[in-house]
């Protein structure tokens, strides 16, 4: 068994997913910080992906850019997985951490973000005609990063393939159900605080008036 850099975990779980997430569980590698990082390259790749995609492929590009969309679509969105993922697999007596979890999701998002940088590339490049070669590469990364992220849920809970893709759904379901309820507690804050600024300016209003 060769000794790797973090980095160099990092490459071996991508290019060799089915020994690469084994041994990194094993040898209890990964790193937090890298993890962290390639988190906030997700979030650039949607970033460059909406508003430096040449013209041509754009359907996208708005004049006035919001922010807030992307980071939901990114890092929220992210750290929903993570978290629903570790409580569905802590029923299912799932041994991975929400660690342990972070780390191996942001490892397989990995060809997704590079594979999304080279798209903008090409759409800068290239004419109409040739937008098969865009679309090639974005369903590369994304069914490259499918595949990392299958191998490394079945090997951060050491599941059969099987419960591993019933893990995955119910991961789905858990995301939608911790947005849905993350949703409906800011609309009752919102509500709140409409209430209460409410009362605060009558109140105002009387003691001045």
């Known amino acids: ?31 937090i910080k890298i993890s962290m990082i390639i988190v906030l390259f997700l979030f650039i790749a949607m970033v460059v992906d909406r508003q430096l995609t040449g013209f041509q492929f754009n359907e996208s590009y708005v004049k006035v850019f919001n922010v807030v969309p992307l980071i939901v679509q ?17 029923l299912l007596d799932g041994e991975g951490t929400l660690k342990k979890i972070c780390i191996y999701s942001a490892y397989s998002l990995v060809p997704y973000i590079v594979c999304t940088f080279i ?3 090409f759409s800068n ?3 109409q005609d040739e937008s098969i070669w865009i679309t090639a590469i974005q ?40 947005l849905f309820l993350a949703i409906l507690l800011l609309s009752l804050f919102q509500q709140v605080y409409v209430f209460g600024y409410s009362v605060y300016t009558e109140i105002m209003y009387r003691i001045r008036g």
Not at 3 to 31: A, I
């Open 139 to 178: 369903y590369l990364g994304i069914g490259w990063s499918v595949i990392l992220m299958v191998q490394a849920m079945r090997a951060v809970h050491q599941y059969s393939f099987g419960k591993t893709l019933a893990s995955i759904i119910g991961t789905v379901i858990a995301m939608l159900l911790i």
């Open 119 to 121: 798209a903008v590339i």
């Open 74 to 90: 990114s890092v929220v969105y992210f750290f929903t997985w993570v978290l629903g993922n570790w409580a569905i697999c802590t």
């Open 125 to 127: 490049v290239l004419v």
């Open 1 to 31: 068994m060769y000794e790797f850099t973090p980095v160099g975990w990092l490459k071996h779980c991508v290019f060799h997913p089915v020994e690469g997430f084994e041994d990194l569980r094993w040898k209890k590698q990964g790193s």
